[in-house]
């Protein structure tokens, strides 16, 4: 299996988004790990961030990036943190923080992991389960298959396609 060892996780280069793509729609996940633009989602992300400072502006987290593919808010010595801006992609943020917790498990960190909602003043504890190793260490080879596809899987729309930066590519006319 490629990805049960972590020598292989390094190989793959797999990052949080990718996981979280994933969950959203695999073309997107093929586009992003193409580097095609993305600059709604960056959008997202920053709007993210910035919600997380102006709300926990005290807080002593500190992001760290691990191994030049994986950036984790560390918020003490037993918790990790993913911010999101809001909480209509919840399946996907939850297993991008499945992923922190598994990737640092590998490297004989444990901890659990948190997702922060601050416009819904709302904090899901997130835990990782002998269960959820299975299933991420299945979801992860499928990730990797997706992305070695010669081209991107078809569209097949969704509620919140009209939101993607991939909107204009996936239904243009042309
Ligand atoms: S527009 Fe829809 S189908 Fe196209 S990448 Fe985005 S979510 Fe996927």
Not at 72 to 79: E, M
Request: with cysteine; charged share 35%; aromatic share 12%.
């Amino acid at each position: 299996m490629k990805t049960e060892s972590f020598s292989d996780f390094e190989e793959a280069r797999i990052t949080g988004v990718k996981v979280n793509y994933y969950f959203i729609c695999k073309r997107k996940l093929w586009l992003f790990s193409k580097g095609l633009a993305f600059e709604s989602s960056s959008e997202k992300v920053a709007l993210g961030k910035l919600l997380h400072e102006i709300v926990y502006p005290a807080s002593k987290k500190k992001e760290v990036l691990i191994n030049n593919l994986i950036r984790i808010d560390v918020v003490s010595r037993k918790t990790i943190r993913e911010t999101k801006y809001s909480s209509k992609m919840e399946e996907a943020d939850r297993w991008q923080v499945y992923y922190y917790l598994f990737y640092l498990e590998k490297l004989g960190i444990k901890r659990e992991g948190e997702i922060a909602y601050p416009k819904e003043k709302r904090v899901e504890r997130i835990k990782l389960t002998d269960e959820i190793r299975e299933e991420l260490k299945e979801i992860l080879k499928e990730i990797e298959e997706i992305v070695a596809l010669p081209k991107p899987p078809e569209v097949e729309k969704q509620s919140y396609c009209k939101a993607c930066a991939y909107y204009d590519f996936c239904f243009s006319e042309d």
